[in-house]
């Protein structure tokens, strides 16, 4: 689905597929072009300002946000019903991947080689100078995401 608004100053656009999903951690990090993916995003990320990317096994959103440039930044709400159960989906997704990147962390889990989201992680944590800071971090997400979730799911009750 592709999805486009006009919000004042602004245009919203918004990409939705059901594949399978992808690692989000490539919106974070440099472009390499060593790596055979990234690129789209790296384009996307200069022609907007602002890119949201929520990917779970349940699909893919991309969200794009284009200001003009002498306008202040604005919240602009997304007018279109709520997905609970795919937001669902995601934060449990995204709370096994933080309590991995802990486990990663601490020791209790070695890295794969060739899981994107480990490398990366362990990247960010040997490049810290605050290593308990990254980990506290990833535990106050934990904990954040998990309240939401539960909202979430006493809302669907």
């Not at 004042?8 to 993916?37: C, K, L, N």
């Not at 602009?76 to 991995?100: C, D, E, F, M, N």
């Not at 904990?143 to 669907?156: P, S, V």
């Amino acid at each position: 689905a592709v999805r486009f608004q006009l919000a004042g100053d602004e245009i919203v656009a918004e990409v939705e597929d059901d594949g399978s999903g992808f690692d989000t951690a490539i919106v974070e990090r440099p472009y390499r072009p060593t790596e055979s993916s990234g690129r789209g995003m790296l384009l996307m990320r200069s022609l907007v300002d602002v890119l949201e990317c929520t990917s779970g096994p349940g699909g893919t959103t991309v969200r794009m946000v284009k200001r003009r440039p002498d306008v202040r930044p604005s919240v602009v709400p997304w007018p279109g019903p709520s997905r609970p159960r795919r937001a669902i989906g995601h934060l449990k997704q995204t709370i096994r991947r933080y309590q991995r990147d802990v486990e990663l962390m601490t020791g209790q889990l070695s890295p794969a080689p060739d899981n994107l989201d480990d490398l990366t992680i362990m990247e960010a944590f040997a490049a810290t100078t605050n290593k308990q800071g990254l980990i506290s971090d990833r535990k106050l997400r934990i904990k954040t995401l998990e309240a939401t979730l539960e909202i979430l799911q006493e809302g669907l009750d």
